[in-house]
């Protein structure tokens, strides 16, 4: 199978691999899986339930975490305006490079402004699939798992989302995830929601 | 194989897929090849045909280049010393989270400076392949494939590397590529010393 001694006129756009021939070898079609939801309501989870998940079916899935990415490529940014755009912007820009990789890459970020999600969006528009973890903020509030809430409402942390910074939640995502009969969903019921949706929509395999 | 529907405790260690496992799938280990060297030289001929010579051995590689970079992720940088190091730096974390994902990330940039590469070499120091394309410049300047050299000597492009900004060459790179008797590698060859030495490192299969 091997190229290499073998001579041959080498034009750039046969030497190029591209995006069909990655997929065709991860038999997966790269993708955007993009979680948005207020903290506490269970981004991560889902993300490394759906990962697990997706890698016990052979599919290459990587994860893009709000709080990690600020460790290394986003590490000078801040909390203002502008930088939280662009931080949203440049974890949407990855995303995209690693969809094209042929990767289903998940993102998990509170990403609480429409504007910013749907840029993301634009940069993707066929293969971008929003989950939106709709639990009441009494619900996040209460597991609270990091503490910031309890920061929040004592003031000590100021632009807080749900507290007293908007979250704008999606007019047209591809899959919302929510209480049922006042319960909510396990890890394993939210996973098995968006591998069924990915299923469906064919980017669990190649055409 | 399937984990969905069995009940269980989910621990979040438990539940996260890290980088052995994604290597296992892809049966190669994640790595950073670094391709420096000056505008012309080959860098991004050397990156396609690594890119196709290892796809057509069964494995995942993507390639960051530069310019395209600049389009997406690095659009908000210019050309000014801060920002070329930013350039470099994104480029550096990006390359170290798709070798995190199991990726061989190929990169294709001139980055001059050792500073920089050194900076990204630190980020990842076991598996980062630093590539000297060791090629002359009258040689670069003789293909002047995008007529850069021609802008700079006549003025029109200023700081451009090896005319009137520096190029430090690496001190301690894994892989120098270099005329042989006045003539330079084909491609399949510089590829070909690159494959050879990831097979000896062990990067093309997992333990």
Known sequence: MSTLG???????????????????LLNQQGCIVWITGLSGSGKSTLACTLGRELHSRGKLSYILDGDNVRHGLNKNLGF??????????????VAKLF??????CITSLISPYRKDRDACRA???DAFVEVFMNIPI?????????????????????GFTGIDDPY???????????????????PN???GQVVSYLEGRG?????
Request: glycine share 8%; net charge negative; proline share 8%.
């Open 123 to 125: 940069m993707l528009p």
């Open 168 to 186: 704008e939640p999606p007019l047209n995502c591809e899959i919302e995830l929510q209480l049922k009969e006042g319960a909510c969903p396990t």
């Open 138 to 158: 009494e619900v996040c509030e209460g597991r609270d798992p990091k503490g910031l809430y309890k920061l929040a409402r004592a003031g000590k942390i100021k």
């Open 99 to 104: 969809a094209d990789a042929g990767l289903i």
């Open 80 to 93: 203002s305006p502008e930088d939280r755009t662009e931080n949203i912007r440049r974890v949407g820009e």
């Open 203 to 207: 980017f669990l395999q190649t055409l």
């Open 6 to 24: 073998h001579p041959s006129n080498v034009f750039w756009h046969q030497c190029t691999v591209g995006k069909a021939e990655r997929e065709k």
């Open 189 to 191: 019921e939210m996973a």
